[in-house]
Nanobody, 123 residues
Framework: QVQLLESGPGLVKPSQTLSLTCSVSGGSITTMYAYWSWIRQPPGKGLEWIGYIAYTGSTHYNPSLSSRTSISRDTSKNQFTLELSSVTPEDTAMYYC???????????????WGQGTQVTVSS
């Protein structure tokens, strides 16, 4: 069973870059047809898909966030990383990493999820 675990700072100052890492166990991030996403849920709002990195290493981002988003991977560590630049308080949310069997932009189509990590943007 694939397990995912998010890590990173819980507090980020406005205008800085948010950086989170997802550590994967029980399966390789290069397994064919595996898509690894970052998803967030602001307080009182629904899930928002941020972007994915595919088993091939290709990436796809939510157009509303693409100018500030970068997702990369370290295959030697079986990890993938989210960087979100120029953050504002509106980026405050619970951030999740997740795995799915297809290149979906719909958060709920992802089948394996980490427990989530709270990120607050505040000075």
């Amino acid at each position: 069973q694939v397990q995912l675990l998010e890590s990173g700072p819980g507090l980020v100052k406005p205008s800085q870059t948010l950086s989170l890492t997802c550590s994967v166990s029980g399966g390789s991030i290069t397994t064919m047809y595996a898509y690894w996403s970052w998803i967030r849920q602001p307080p009182g709002k629904g899930l928002e898909w941020i972007g994915y990195i595919a088993y091939t290493g290709s990436t796809h981002y939510n157009p509303s966030l693409s100018s500030r988003t970068s997702i990369s991977r370290d295959t030697s560590k079986n990890q993938f990383t989210l960087e979100l630049s120029s953050v504002t308080p509106e980026d405050t949310a619970m951030y999740y990493c997740a795995r799915g069997p297809r290149p979906s932009v719909v958060a709920r189509e992802y089948t394996n999820w980490g427990q989530g990590t709270q990120v607050t943007v505040s000075s």
